[in-house]
């Protein structure tokens, strides 16, 4: 199908999909910073455009409003994402972040925010390039303003305002296929609390399942397995920057992290990223850590529930522990705390625990994309050691 604006881009295109002639790498080249168009893109005129301060208590509740009730929902509308305050202040102020990267648009009038997309810095290797990178996320338009060409617009003016940084390329997921993923994932879901996945309609009794067959099916232990596993901690920093960035390695596409970034993105947060080490007791060293964040989701139009609470697999990496027991002990502190659901994408090597754990695969699919930059084949899941919020 016509992709009009995704045609005109430095992406992978689906005509050039068989040929490999074409070299793997940046598309096109940069441009100096003084020919990168200096104001902003043309909205239609009753709009404007506003950097957005997430920092500001009153900015960071409109960005939330209009996220919570204008964002990603599933394809049967049973949910909407509905990322917290404090997570999205997390997610958008990484070491080096740019506050011009943050970018809303107004309506003049009114003052209401309509519409957002964000980047975030990331150093992203690709097999041996490491390559400086904006994550771009957070793409919303009101509903009511939908299908009215405003998502080229946004998406244009966050390329600039990037390229204004001497930045070329961008990662980012996507739900819907758009020229052209490099790979695309499966979300995998474990009930923890089946009970009320059934009351919301996501999962239904399996034939021959009674509710208490169901909840024993599902039951978790209520302590960890593995010796040594506890809550990670500033002093661990090190250890698992070492840990991870070795383990990354064998992936084709994965974040290059340094210590500064794992103390932001691993370090456990409050209802927002939670991460556990396993001390050996005999020498004290970390040989595995897991890590999980929380996403929540309106529940739309049920009578009783409105909040589904669901962690996601975030990076895991083990060494001494198997990674079976590792995520088991995930599962059984996610429970712990209260978590309806932990889900997972089958990348990296998580396809080795997601049956044995009782995680049944979703019928949602989120597919990975490169701006500007080509990759000659499109990649396994588990090539791929890249996790986007
Ligand atoms: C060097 C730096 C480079 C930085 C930039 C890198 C690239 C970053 C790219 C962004 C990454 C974001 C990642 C991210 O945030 C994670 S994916 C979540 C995206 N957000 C949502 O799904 C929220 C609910 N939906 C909406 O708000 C609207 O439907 C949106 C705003 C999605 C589209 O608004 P709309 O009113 O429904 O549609 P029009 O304005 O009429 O525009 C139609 C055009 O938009 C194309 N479209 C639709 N959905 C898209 C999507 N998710 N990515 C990219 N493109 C998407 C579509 O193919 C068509 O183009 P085509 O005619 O060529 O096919
Ligand atoms: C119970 C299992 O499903 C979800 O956890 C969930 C929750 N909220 C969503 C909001 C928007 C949405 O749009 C694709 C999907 C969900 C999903 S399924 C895919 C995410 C995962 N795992």
């Known amino acids: 199908q016509r992709h009009k604006f995704w045609e005109t881009q430095p992406v992978g295109q689906f005509k050039d999909l068989n040929d490999t002639s074409l070299p793997e790498g940046p598309i096109e080249p940069p441009t100096p910073i ?4 200096q104001e902003p893109y043309n909205l239609p005129n009753l709009y404007e455009w506003v950097t957005c301060d997430i920092n500001s208590e009153d900015t960071c509740a409109e960005v939330y409003n209009l996220l919570s009730n204008n964002y990603v929902e599933d394809d049967e509308n049973m949910f909407r994402f509905n990322y917290s305050k404090e997570f999205l202040r997390w997610a958008l102020h990484p070491p080096g972040y740019y506050k011009t990267w943050h970018i809303g648009v107004r309506v003049k009038s009114s003052k209401k925010l309509v519409a957002f997309i964000t980047g975030i810095p990331a150093r992203i290797r690709v097999r041996t390039d490491v390559v400086s990178m904006a994550e771009v996320n957070f793409l919303c338009v009101h509903k009511k303003l939908r299908s009215k060409r405003l998502a080229p617009v946004m998406i244009k003016e966050v390329t600039r305002r990037v390229h204004l940084e001497n930045i070329w390329q961008a990662a980012y997921t996507a739900g819907v296929v758009l020229p052209t993923p490099i790979t695309s994932c499966q979300y995998w879901h474990r009930s923890l609390n089946p009970k009320k996945l059934i009351d919301v309609g996501f999962s239904r009794l399996g034939p021959r399942m009674t509710m208490s067959r169901t909840l024993k099916l599902f039951k978790l232990p209520d302590q960890p397995a593995t010796p040594g596993f506890r809550k990670m901690e500033l002093r661990d920093v090190p250890a698992v920057t070492r840990l991870l960035r070795a383990y990354l390695m064998q992936f084709v596409v994965a974040p290059d992290l340094d210590e ?3 103390e932001h993105w691993v370090l456990p947060k409050d209802e927002v990223v939670d991460s556990y080490v396993v001390e050996s007791p005999e020498n004290h060293k970390i040989t595995d850590f897991c890590s999980f964040y929380t996403l929540p989701s309106s529940i739309l139009g049920h009578p009783t529930h409105s909040i589904l609470k669901a962690a996601y697999s975030y990076y895991n990496v083990s060494t001494k522990t198997p990674l079976l027991q590792l995520m088991n002990d995930a599962l059984i502190v996610a429970k712990h ?9 089958d990348l ?3 396809e080795s625990f997601l049956k044995e754990l009782k995680f049944g695969p979703g019928d949602g699919k989120l597919h990975y994309y490169l701006y500007n930059y080509r990759i000659k084949h499109i990649l396994r899941a588990s090539e791929l050691g890249l996790v986007l919020l």
Do not use: P, Q, R
Not at 34 to 37: F, L, N, T
Not at 337 to 345: C, E, M, P, S, T
């Open 348 to 350: 990296m090597h998580n």
């Open 337 to 345: 705390k209260g978590f309806d659901v932990f889900n997972a994408l």
């Open 260 to 262: 500064l970034d794992v």
């Open 34 to 37: 003084s020919e990168v168009k």
